[in-house]
């Protein structure tokens, strides 16, 4: 059974400061792995789709990295703001029509 | 355009009460899901829609009802609510076939409050 954690479970850095979200999957046989924003109260906004044969994926000042092998996802994300505030999930899906396992989340707060 | 959408956003309702959630998405996927997060913030799966026909459905009590009239639909409909089911419950739909794989589209969420 596929399990998703997610280190740490809340971060609060300054503004400016590069930061790193990991995600980490017991079951290496994944499809894809997608990388979301929720805001408090709002539902999830897609960041970033790594499709497994991928290695990173780049937006704007997000990058995400993926090591099947290891079973290790990280979101980078550069020159903090603090509009990044906010909750940041990892899922991953095995194949199409299949279950999206979601790792518990990353409470990011960025402070002007 | 909205691309899932949920409806009602909130939903506030007594113990014992039944109630619907309504999910549409324009974007044409076959796949559609309901995941409850409760106050934990935790995303869980309850079920799973493929072109009208359940292909998940987890350990979720037979008083929660999906029904899915056609490809773009699917509603949730709760019987004999209880306090526990008071959470937020988001519906998603990923397309079943195309170059990037599967992949999740949400709606909004609808806040379930029951008193």
């Known amino acids: 059974k596929q399990e998703v954690t997610q280190i740490p479970a809340a971060l609060s850095v300054p503004e400016g400061e590069n930061l790193v979200l990991n995600c980490s999957f017991t079951d290496s046989a994944i499809y894809n792995l997608q990388w979301f924003r929720q805001d408090p109260g709002k539902g999830l906004t897609s960041l970033l789709l790594i499709q497994s044969s991928q290695r990173e994926q780049t937006s704007g000042r997000l990058n995400a990295s993926l090591d099947k092998s290891s079973g290790r996802s990280t979101l980078y994300i550069a020159a903090s703001q603090p509009g990044d505030s906010a909750t940041y999930l990892c899922a991953v899906s095995r194949n199409y029509g299949q279950n999206f396992v979601f790792g518990p989340g990353t409470r990011l707060s960025v402070l002007p | 355009d ?114």
Not at chain 2, 66 to 81: E, F, M, R, T, V
């Open chain 2, 2 to 115: 909205t691309a899932v959408s949920q409806t009602p956003k909130y939903l506030v309702t007594q113990m014992g009460n039944d109630k619907s959630i309504k999910c549409e998405q324009n974007l044409g996927h076959d796949t559609m899901y309901w995941y409850k997060q409760d106050s934990k913030k935790f995303l869980k799966i309850m079920f799973s829609y493929n072109n009208k026909e359940l292909i998940i459905n987890e350990t979720v009590p037979n008083r929660f009802s999906p029904k899915s009239p056609d490809k773009a639909h699917l509603n949730l409909h709760i019987n004999s609510l209880e306090l526990g089911d008071s959470a937020v419950y988001f519906c998603a739909s990923s397309p079943s076939g195309g170059a990037r794989g599967p992949e999740l589209f949400f709606g909004e969420g609808s806040r379930l409050t029951v008193l």
